[in-house]
């Protein structure tokens, strides 16, 4: 894996001290790290929780790293793990709930409402790891692998989840397809 | 080449069954992360305000401990080894104490017989000495 000499220079200073060099980490890091927790935790205000906690756990941590492996990935397991803490505190949650935090507060909501309607319910009725999978793969773009690895799961599993949940998904939204 | 073209590099399969584009617009649509540098700014110095207040590989108070435990087992095992010791000793000496106090409230009376016995039995034999010695 090709690390930018950037990012290992910055990661390099930060095991040594130095916070401003882990500020440019997070300059680099924050808007991925922020959408691994969003994709987990749904609501925006808990993304951003996941987020300050896991950077703050990554800095903490920080003499552990190893500069040979990319930053990113690093912090978007430590990321993950702080988002899987807030959604099992948080564990009951109504599916009415999760549909209005889809729908607020960073969505345009001029065109289409029936159908991002619909798509909002339809994921508030996934299962919590079934729409983290889908998220961070169909829209984030990580692989099985990485999935797999920010949730703590085989890759398998990450890719068997996915099928499950584009499934479902589908047939939620069937009517709408048409 | 052709097996390249087949398979690609980053270890995933052709994904068939993925979802339309327009529901992967909606879906990106959203999960949008906040727009505008502002907000980006404000996280990243909420992140440093937290970092600040934390040393580098301040993890928590059992991880600062964590290379102490090995030493700290070592020392607890021998301090409970020798703590036993100590305390079989102690509780060695104390019935040895209770023993030698039953002893020794019964063994007057004890030795009284035995030794009337013993004094009889060697008033009888210094008799008969005695008497094969006189004769």
Do not use: C
């Not at chain 2, 034999?125 to 008497?131: N, R, V």
């Amino acid at each position: 894996m090709r690390i930018p000499d950037e990012e290992r220079a910055l990661a390099e200073a930060a095991r040594a001290g130095d916070r401003d060099a882990f500020a440019g980490l997070v300059r680099l890091h924050q808007r991925r790290a922020y959408l691994v927790a969003r994709a987990i935790v749904t609501v925006h205000e808990d993304a951003e929780d996941a987020v300050q906690e896991g950077f703050v756990r990554a800095w903490q941590a920080i003499e552990r790293f190893d500069p040979n492996q990319g930053f990113g990935a690093w912090v978007n397991r430590i990321v993950a793990n702080a988002a899987l803490d807030i959604t099992r505190r948080r564990k009951v949650r109504s599916t009415e709930e999760l549909s209005d935090a889809l729908q607020s507060p960073f969505r345009d909501p001029a065109q289409d409402a029936e159908l991002k309607s619909r798509l909002s319910e339809a994921l508030a009725q996934l299962p919590e790891r079934a729409r983290s999978v889908i998220v961070m793969h169909d829209v984030e773009g990580f692989t099985h692998v990485e999935i797999g690895e920010m949730l703590g799961i085989p890759g398998g599993t990450a890719r068997s989840d996915l099928h499950h949940a584009r499934q479902k998904l589908r047939t939620l939204l069937k009517d709408l397809r048409g | 080449m052709a097996d390249e073209l087949k398979f690609p590099t980053n270890g995933e399969r052709p994904d068939r069954d993925s979802l339309d584009d327009s529901l992967k617009a909606l879906i990106r649509e959203a999960y949008a992360p906040p727009d505008g540098d502002v907000y980006w700014t404000g996280l990243e110095q909420r992140i440093m305000a937290r970092v600040e207040s934390e040393a580098p590989g301040d993890s928590s108070w059992w991880s600062v401990l964590a290379p102490w435990g090995r030493p700290a087992l070592i020392a607890a095992t021998a301090i409970f080894a020798i703590a036993g010791v100590v305390n079989q000793q102690f509780v060695d000496s104390d019935e040895q104490l209770a023993y030698d106090s039953v002893l020794e409230s019964s063994t007057p009376d004890v030795v009284s017989t035995s030794e009337e016995i013993m004094s009889v039995e060697r008033g009888a034999d210094g008799a008969t000495i005695s008497y094969f010695l006189s004769h």
